[in-house]
């Protein structure tokens, strides 16, 4: 079955770095466009940043650009998002996600990771 699995989450100063990894099993990972989402307690899944299936582009929500960079190595089915700077606002739960097409809204990745925390303390 498919799998999308998170890692690298945890707590971190503001103004530090963080890098998480989704490692993807049970799709043909070089097919998909990939992207991180964000959610807080009580708030629908945010766009965080995406990337396409042959990592040639990337595309940002403008609260994360300049900061946030999201890479992929198709060779070892993962994507990478690589967070500096980060700010107490950046606090949620991270997943990654699969999708057919290039695409924003959450409706359009048909397979999601658990999620994991990062928390930013001020």
């Known amino acids: 079955q498919v799998q999308l699995v998170e890692s690298g989450g945890g707590l971190v100063q503001a103004g530090g770095s963080l890098r998480l990894s989704c490692a993807a099993s049970?799709?043909?990972?070089?097919?998909?466009?990939m992207g991180w989402f964000r959610q807080t307690r009580g708030k629908g899944r945010e766009f965080v940043g995406g990337?396409?299936?042959?990592?040639?582009?990337?595309f940002y929500a403008d609260s994360v650009k300049g900061r946030f960079t999201i890479s992929r190595d198709n060779a070892k089915n993962t994507v990478y998002l690589q967070m500096n700077s980060l700010l107490p606002e950046d606090t949620a739960v991270y997943y990654c996600a699969a999708s057919p097409s290039t695409a924003v809204g959450p409706s359009s990745y048909d397979y999601w990771g658990q999620g994991t925390q990062v928390t930013v303390s001020s």
């Open positions: 049970g799709i043909t990972f070089s097919r998909y466009d």
């Open positions: 990337i396409t299936r042959s990592g040639t582009t990337t």
